[in-house]
């Protein structure tokens, strides 16, 4: 205390630590600045000291308050001899990759907030037009962390009571196309585009007034592509492929090198699917979505898609990306010419096209949340992989600049 600058304690803060020490919960009402945080401060790192794997868990009504908590934690225990015990926040601002590294080894203090169980990071949903499970288009909502945390469940039970507040806050604000009282998310990958408010009313009022649901669980399970399916998409030797990319959260440095790329974390992915010329994009929470898609295709074409694409994928999920049929052009070039090419290099010469930007940009515009930026970029690099396949399958070759200045023709065959 001496060395904290705490001389001597005052009257309530010595009654009321004597109440928590004696196992009882207290209550401490006094003015701004009055000392309240030593009072809980203390029996913990009082506690902590006697047994080094003790833990608390403090909650603040506000934000602001749990922000500023770590920098006194910090100045109180700087004094302490030995291992000196530790905190982190945990709240609706700590990244979904400072979560989890929390949980794999906890703090002795946890500072977070009463809004942390119902985050919006903690929370995933994932929309399509048509899920052949349901048999329509579907909306899924899922709990954020590994497992499950039970928020799902509990939102399902109070499902009626949940659309009722979504009503409320619909009918009730007056922006009259959308805004972020009511139907847009900070959050969306998209841009909040389509979002259309008026449906945004019509649908919970539907779900509130329309018939009950059928039972969907009755052992449904992913089945195989229809004979007219396979004829559509391999009709005339035309083969239903698709073109991949993704970007990441992390860089190598940052995980510890390329061959922990399971540890990067995914900001976003972009999808080309041939059959319907449409690019597709998801997010870290849609890997799910995804892998879907991906296992719908006859193709699955990329660049350095095996040694670094399914690496990254496969730090968020267990399925076999390396099963899927994939044709790699990085991995086509190399063995090939024995030596790498960049994908920017390639499109210059083959295509007269370049790159938007680069990896590193990408990374940077995730720490300031530009995921739209991301996504842009991301789709271009797809779109960039996609002509050169084309351009190879009616060529027979791409083309690249060799140290000598000339462009020379790399065969191919695909």
Not at 3 to 14: E, N, S, T
Not at 113 to 124: K, L, Q, S
Request: hydrophobic share 35%; glycine share 10%; with cysteine.
């Amino acid at each position: 205390m001496h060395a904290c600058g705490i001389p001597d304690l005052y009257r309530h803060q010595a009654k009321t630590i004597d109440v928590i020490r004696s196992g009882r919960h207290g209550v401490a009402a006094t003015p701004t600045s009055s000392g309240k945080t030593a009072i809980y401060n203390l029996p913990v790192l009082e506690k902590i000291c006697k047994n080094a794997n003790a833990r608390a868990l403090c909650s603040f009504p506000l934000r602001a308050l749990a922000q500023d908590q770590p920098r006194i934690f910090q100045e109180m225990v700087a004094f302490l001899g030995g291992r000196l015990p530790t905190a982190n926040i945990y709240d609706g601002d700590t990244t979904a990759w400072h979560r989890k590294r929390i949980r794999e080894s906890p703090p002795n203090v946890i500072l977070t907030n009463p809004v942390v169980t119902t985050d919006r990071n903690d929370i995933g949903g994932i929309s399509t037009p048509f899920h052949f499970q349901v048999g329509s288009g579907a909306i899924f909502i899922y709990d954020s962390v590994p497992g499950g945390a039970g928020l799902t469940r509990l939102a399902f039970e109070r499902a009626e009571e949940l659309l009722e507040h979504t009503l409320k806050a619909i009918q009730t604000c007056s922006c009259g196309s959308g805004c972020p009282s009511c139907v847009h998310s900070p959050k969306c990958g998209s841009g909040n585009r389509p979002i259309d408010m008026a449906f945004a009313r019509f649908l919970p009022e539907s779900l509130k007034t329309g018939p009950e649901p059928t039972n969907i669980e009755s052992g449904t399970v992913p089945r195989d592509k229809t004979e007219t399916e396979k004829k559509n998409t391999k009709q005339h030797g035309r083969v239903h492929f698709g073109v991949f990319d993704l970007e990441t959260q992390r860089s190598a440095a940052e995980v510890g090198g390329w061959h922990k790329a399971d540890l990067m974390g995914i900001s976003c992915a972009v999808l080309y699917d041939s059959g319907d010329d449409t690019f597709y994009e998801f997010l870290e929470g849609q890997v799910p979505l995804l892998i879907h898609h991906l296992d719908k295709l006859d193709l699955v074409v990329g660049f350095n898609i095996k040694r670094f694409d399914y690496q990254v994928l496969g730090g968020c999920s267990g399925f076999d990306f390396q099963s899927l049929p994939t044709l790699d052009i990085l991995e086509e070039v190399h063995n090939r010419l024995g030596f790498r090419i960049s994908l920017d290099h390639l499109a210059k010469v083959t295509l007269g096209k370049k790159k938007s930007a680069g990896g590193l940009q990408a990374l940077q515009w995730w720490k300031e949340g530009r995921i739209r930026e991301i996504i842009d970029y991301c789709k271009l690099d797809v779109a960039i992989t996609r002509d050169l396949l084309l351009y190879g399958k009616e060529k027979g070759y791409l083309l690249f600049n060799n140290k000598a200045g000339n462009t020379v023709r790399i065969p191919v065959n695909w």
